[in-house]
């Protein structure tokens, strides 16, 4: 268990560190990680120990059986062979007995895919709402539940093990009645008698070691060293203590799949000022919006935060800690309203909410469990946004947030962002 928690842990690492853009399009890669890979990688280390003790042990056993009885040793060496193959064939046959426990096996992993498979898709909401650390905490509950019904599982194939091991004990018996016959017939003394049936012994458990350790470990050895290998998957940046104040675009350009989307651009973001951007589709507000929040850095010119510092050179965590972000794809869990608005705070502010409720008019109990399926894309919306005014972040970009929401009452929304002065302390609103 420690070494598979520190493998998970590696991945887990290797997750946080990975940039907003390889998570959006190598999700299902990364999640895979998590059963397949880790699985194989773990019983890549179990077949490389059960190689290496076996190997040298082999060597030392058929050693001395000869030196023990050079003219008739042959005879338990070859009886040792033929067991190890039959309990190998027996071993196949009743593998066809493991195959519940290890259907059950891969349904649990299944779900747990499907599960994780939402939670990446939602990792947006935590990366923007600075919420780090309790995707990581969603993430390890889900693999622990995962562990301990594995183990239940995987205690089912150890009877079947115990059966394997009694027929092994059967065969013990057959090498003890040939040694027994052949003594008695002088091809071997009493004094080595003990000592052949122990090597005897030793060499069929080595044998099926070596053959199977080593099969399996040529397949799974690949996806072990995938695990560790090392990557400098970020580079260290600037952390700051200071709140943005001012975002300055200085002749910013921007190409997407060797499309341009803008060229030269200039314009500076203030404090307690806020923006609308009403232009067609296509134009670049979307990509606005990801320059802004960090996710595209692949840009030419500058954009300066606080009229110093190159957004480029500035540490994730604490552009997360400055600027919110929602869009019109609405992320919901299946939870309670409460947690779907407070990114499952432990001690969520009941008195906000209810304020952020009643100002957006989401008709549900704060308890009140909820469902992507049984809500409309207008009531998603409004609780996206919730989410965003629940949240202490002061920058909030909002791409086209409210397309689903009645025209008139989408109106309203925007008209009190723009003239409240209330609300944060930068605003940038795209229609």
Known sequence: MEVRNKLSDIIIKKIQKSNYSDLKY?????????NYDLKLGLNAIENLLNIISPFVSIITGISLMIVLSPQWGWILIVTTLILSLILLIFQGKISNAASKPVMKLSSDSETFSNYNLGLLNSFKSFFFHNKNEKFKQLFYKSYEN???DQIKQYKKLTKLNVILTVLFSISIVIVLTELAVLTSFKFYSLAIFLSLLLYSNRFSTDMGNIVLGLFGYKQSS?????????K???EQKTVLEEPINK???????????DIKVLENFNFSFEKNKKYLVNAPNGTGKSTLIKLISGVYDNYLGKILINDSYDQKELDQKYLRKQIGFIDNQNLIFESSLKNNITLFDENPDYKKLNSILKSLKIEFDIEEEISASKLSEGQKQKIAFARLKYSAIKFWLIDEAFDNI???YSQILISQLLENPNLPLFLLVTI
């Open 26 to 34: 190598n999700k299902n890669a990364m999640l895979s990680w998590f």
């Open 146 to 148: 995962l562990s301990k």
């Open 222 to 230: 690949v996806l072990l060293d995938k695990i560790l290998e090392k």
């Open 232 to 234: 400098n998957l970020t």
């Open 247 to 257: 975002i300055d675009f200085e002749n910013v350009s921007f190409s997407y799949k």
């Open 406 to 408: 009645q025209k008139e």
